[in-house]
């Protein structure tokens, strides 16, 4: 079980950093890109989550105190009648995260190392114990307890079995927990091969009712997250005929429709800038989904959720296709609004377009960006009175936007000058290891007024 673990993928953990867009949506929304539900795709994932960190919560802090004990070689505060419920809970954890993992449930491997970590404690926490007086009268205990238990758990054993032959897969699974958790509460005082004659008894019917089950998480996986996966819909067609609608209509009439509203070129734009980051996040999030699925076929099929307008049958080739089309697209909407027959070319829709692309400065690609200022531009020549408007404007904030733009480089560079907080515990005040922390405001320096700066500025921001 281990090695299943540690090859278990983690895309799911690092896929959201590869994304064109800012983690942070536009008008300040937050869109969580990996937000894959570390708490179960399915009712029985969600449970067994619940269970794996409850369980966990419960026994850390006795776990702690064991280990301190060991530590302090003093066990005089610790209940050794609570040692074994604790290890055998604690081996239940290990079961939980690996019934997540068959689910795949991202968070069986977090679990899986968290049950690891704490039965490994108190299996040392037993056998310090076992070193004194009171440990050793419990070893004494355990042993007639495996004695005299012998029958009962051949007994219990078989019951499981036979729920395994009627097909109750669920039910022998409940049951055979019930088992190990019992006998894992005095085995753990017991020397190995104790252990290898419970194993021995176990061996048959578990081994048929780990396939069983596998066979059963693995059909549960498949269904939920073939559901997870219609759920998240990125309706990447849906987004590309809206684009095509409005190129059409825009040139026409300087108006479209996105989603069902009507809007203005620039506002129709910014809707469909929002839509395709959500499409593009939606895409990445059902990248994701389907990762976990790895070799098994989802019961909705690829092509479905990836549409077909882009041509494409896997998620890789469809974002960067999408992305391509709608760097395109965008600079032909303001193209198409603004050379078509009896557009009004004047101010108020000037600044429709720079509202627009303010909101979503930081959103989008660069090359985007300068492909749509470049039709603004044109814009601006193609029409003398407010191309002179927009000149008075610029001189007359030029000189303000200048000293804003000095001002706050110097005040950053004033914030990247304090020593490191890690540097100054290695006693080297000097060596900047890691980003320097501002340590508090400081005012920022003029550069307009230090030597450095007697430099040619450079061009005020239009």
Known sequence: MSQRFTTYP????????FILFDAHG??????????IPANGFSPDGSRL???????WTALSPFAFKG?????????????????????????????YAEDLELLKEPCAVDYYHRGKEINKAFLQIANKMLMTSAGRKIKSNAESVFQNQTRNRLKRIEKVAKLIQ??????????????????????????????????????????????ESQKLRKEQAKESLSKALQAVNPSVDSLLSDVDNALVSVKQSGRATVAEQEFSAPEAILEICK???????????????????????????????????????????TIKALNSSMTESIPKLIKSDLK?????????????????????????????????????????????????????YKKATNDLLLWKSRVSKSMAKSAGEYNSASAMALGKPDAKLVPAINQ????GIMLATQPQASDEPEDAPD
């Open 275 to 317: 839509t395709w980051q959500k499409t593009h996040v939606k895409l990445i999030r059902s990248q994701a989904i389907a990762s976990l699925l790895q070799n098994v076929p989802p019961t909705v099929p690829i092509r479905d959720l990836l549409g077909t307008k882009l041509g494409k049958n896997d998620f890789k080739n």
């Open 67 to 95: 280990m301190e004990a060991i530590a302090n070689s003093d066990f005089t505060k610790i209940n050794p009648d609570k040692v074994g419920p604790a290890y055998a809970a604690s081996a239940r954890i290990l079961r």
């Open 49 to 55: 989550a619940k269970q794996a960190k409850s369980t």
């Open 166 to 211: 009627k097909g109750s897969i669920n039910e022998a699974q409940n049951e055979y927990d019930e088992l190990l958790y019992d006998v894992d509460t005095y085995l753990v005082w017991l020397p190995l091969n104790y252990r290898q004659q419970v194993s021995e008894e176990y061996r048959e019917p578990t081994r048929f009712l780990y396939r």
């Open 340 to 392: 078509r027959p009896g557009a009004s070319i004047d101010k108020d829709l000037y600044l429709k377009y720079l509202t627009c692309f303010a909101e979503l400065k930081g959103q989008l690609p660069e090359e985007l960006m300068e492909a749509c200022e470049r039709e603004l531009t044109a814009f601006e020549s193609s029409n003398g009175k407010l191309a002179k408007e927009i000149s008075n």
């Open 440 to 443: 508090g405001f400081h005012r």
């Open 26 to 35: 536009l008008n300040g929304q937050d869109y969580e890109i990996s937000s």
């Open 10 to 17: 983690v895309l799911v953990f690092v896929i959201g950093c």
